[in-house]
């Protein structure tokens, strides 16, 4: 029997598509208060990934100074899906099944201020309360 190949394209189109779409659906001021993270609701304190959902709200409604309130880090993880979202679609358009490479200066250039918010994050929500 022959296997089946991933399309990473298709699934990369509709996953980042589809969160941007949905926080395009949702309206933006009824969802601040909304708080979908598992952690926070075993543990009654922010996770350092807490607020991106709000945040791609936000931010799909061109409320930046909201979405950073929400989570510094949802603009680069939105910037991201963008990014993802309109390579796979160039690459559909291609007839590819496949993504292609990120260059390796504009990957490094969004990681290390990723991995840095997202420390920042993890020191002020994690340590700060737990451990401190």
Same mark, same amino acid.
């Given at each position: 029997?022959?296997r089946?190949?991933?399309? &990473? ?14 926080s395009?659906?949702?309206?933006h001021?009824e969802v601040?208060?909304?708080k979908?993270?598992p952690?926070? &609701?075993?543990?009654g &304190?922010?996770?350092? =990934?807490?607020?991106?959902?709000r945040? =791609?709200?936000?931010?799909? &409604? #061109? ?10 880090? %949802?603009p ?8 993802? =979202? ?5 690459? #559909? ?10 260059k390796?200066?504009?990957?490094? %250039?969004?990681?290390i201020p990723t991995? #840095?918010?997202? #420390?920042?994050? =993890? ?10």
């Amino acid at each position: 029997m022959k296997r089946e190949v991933v399309n &990473h394209a298709s699934l990369t189109a509709a996953v980042t598509g589809g969160a941007l779409i949905v926080s395009a659906i949702l309206p933006h001021g009824e969802v601040d208060g909304m708080k979908l993270c598992p952690i926070f &609701h075993l543990t009654g &304190h922010e996770c350092p =990934f807490c607020g991106m959902s709000r945040g =791609f709200v936000a931010i799909t &409604h #061109l409320d930046i100074p909201r979405a950073i309130e929400f989570n510094p880090g %949802s603009p680069l993880i939105y910037g991201a899906f963008v990014y993802m =979202f309109w390579g796979s679609v160039q690459a #559909l358009r291609e007839g590819e099944t496949a993504l292609k490479p990120v260059k390796r200066k504009l990957y490094y %250039s969004w990681l290390i201020p990723t991995i #840095l918010v997202f #420390l920042f994050m =993890f020191y002020q929500r994690v340590i700060k309360v737990f451990f401190l």
